[in-house]
């Protein structure tokens, strides 16, 4: 059947003062910024590897229905991430331990050569997870593979994940608005640091796909790396891909609960530098 739908299941204490046995002063928090360039270098042989995780059919126990339409999205993110520049592969239909399995890969990988990690994952969701074929995974499990502390070669190096999927059940049904207009020397850096994490819906709600055409957020999203890819900072972007969903989409269902409703994606960065896909 044509027509939108969602991807989600059917039915110790610190011491501030001063050292009583030293006598040192409490340490300072505030330090001196360094001089540091702010933009990511492509000063690598490749811009790097591009990995899909395109999840459309799903074990009958899980009580997922399939996602039509997932096979336009991860075509689309194929093509766009290539003319990029990106080595992309596709994974279909993977359970929980293939997805852990191809990332776990991935992360112990060589990518010393490469300046950057996209990994597009369209699949069913909720809350914090991500659903396998067979089941959940939480995406820190996930994402976390590429810490800092655990994927060498990627330290430094903006790490970026497109996640379609539901992330709760809330509907949103809009609202009317008025029509207006680095140094040399070695430096210490979070595990955490320069993740970009683009969901395609905030914390709750639901993620609309269309069946024929792909979900809202994938088609937007190469839409514009399409459009801007090789011209405009990924922040600039993806606030073009926000406001793409908000504006151009509205989803059209024959149950009345599901129709005319709104999406926004949700940005996570903590990213570093400013990246560009183009020297």
């Given at each position: 059947?044509?027509?939108?739908?969602?991807?989600?299941?059917?039915?110790?204490?610190?011491?501030?003062?001063?050292?009583g046995a030293s006598g040192l002063q409490p340490m300072q928090v505030d330090a001196k910024p360094q001089s540091h360039a702010f933009r990511y270098s492509l000063n690598y042989p490749k811009i790097g590897h591009c990995i899909i995780i395109n999840n459309k059919n799903f074990d009958r126990t899980t009580g997922m229905n399939q996602r039509n339409g997932t096979d336009?999205?991860?075509?689309?993110?194929?093509?766009?991430?290539?003319?990029?520049?990106?080595?992309?592969?596709?994974?279909?239909?993977?359970?929980?331990?293939?997805?852990?399995?191809?990332?776990?890969?991935?992360?112990?990988?060589?990518?010393?050569?490469?300046?950057?990690?996209?990994?597009?994952?369209?699949?069913?969701?909720?809350?914090?997870?991500?659903?396998?074929?067979d089941g959940a995974v939480e995406l820190k499990a996930l994402?976390?593979?590429?810490?800092?502390?655990?994927?060498?070669?990627?330290?430094?190096?903006?790490?970026?994940?497109?996640?379609?999927?539901c992330r709760g059940t809330e509907l949103d049904p809009g609202v009317e608005a008025d029509a207006g207009s680095s140094s040399d020397g070695s430096v210490r850096i979070p595990v955490e640091a320069d993740f970009l994490y683009a969901y395609s819906t905030v914390p709750g709600y639901y993620s609309w796909r269309n069946t024929m055409t792909g979900s809202w957020f994938i088609q937007s999203l190469c839409d514009m790396m399409a459009k801007y890819g090789k011209e405009l900072e990924l922040m600039q972007i993806m606030?073009?891909?926000?406001?793409?969903?908000?504006?151009?989409?509205?989803?059209?269902?024959?149950?009345?609960?599901?129709?005319?409703?709104?999406?926004?994606?949700?940005?996570?960065?903590?990213?570093?530098?400013e990246m560009y896909f183009s020297a």
């Amino acid at each position: 059947m044509n027509g939108d739908c969602v991807d989600a299941r059917r039915e110790g204490s610190t011491n501030s003062g001063t050292d009583g046995a030293s006598g040192l002063q409490p340490m300072q928090v505030d330090a001196k910024p360094q001089s540091h360039a702010f933009r990511y270098s492509l000063n690598y042989p490749k811009i790097g590897h591009c990995i899909i995780i395109n999840n459309k059919n799903f074990d009958r126990t899980t009580g997922m229905n399939q996602r039509n339409g997932t096979d336009v999205d991860a075509g689309n993110v194929m093509n766009v991430f290539k003319k990029l520049g990106y080595v992309v592969k596709v994974y279909n239909d993977q359970t929980v331990m293939q997805i852990k399995q191809v990332l776990t890969a991935v992360a112990h990988d060589d990518h010393s050569r490469c300046a950057s990690l996209v990994c597009v994952m369209p699949s069913h969701g909720d809350d914090g997870v991500f659903f396998g074929t067979d089941g959940a995974v939480e995406l820190k499990a996930l994402t976390s593979l590429f810490r800092g502390d655990r994927c060498q070669s990627l330290v430094g190096k903006p790490k970026l994940f497109f996640i379609q999927a539901c992330r709760g059940t809330e509907l949103d049904p809009g609202v009317e608005a008025d029509a207006g207009s680095s140094s040399d020397g070695s430096v210490r850096i979070p595990v955490e640091a320069d993740f970009l994490y683009a969901y395609s819906t905030v914390p709750g709600y639901y993620s609309w796909r269309n069946t024929m055409t792909g979900s809202w957020f994938i088609q937007s999203l190469c839409d514009m790396m399409a459009k801007y890819g090789k011209e405009l900072e990924l922040m600039q972007i993806m606030t073009r891909v926000n406001h793409k969903v908000a504006l151009d989409f509205v989803s059209t269902s024959n149950m009345p609960d599901f129709d005319s409703k709104k999406q926004i994606p949700c940005i996570v960065s903590m990213l570093t530098k400013e990246m560009y896909f183009s020297a």
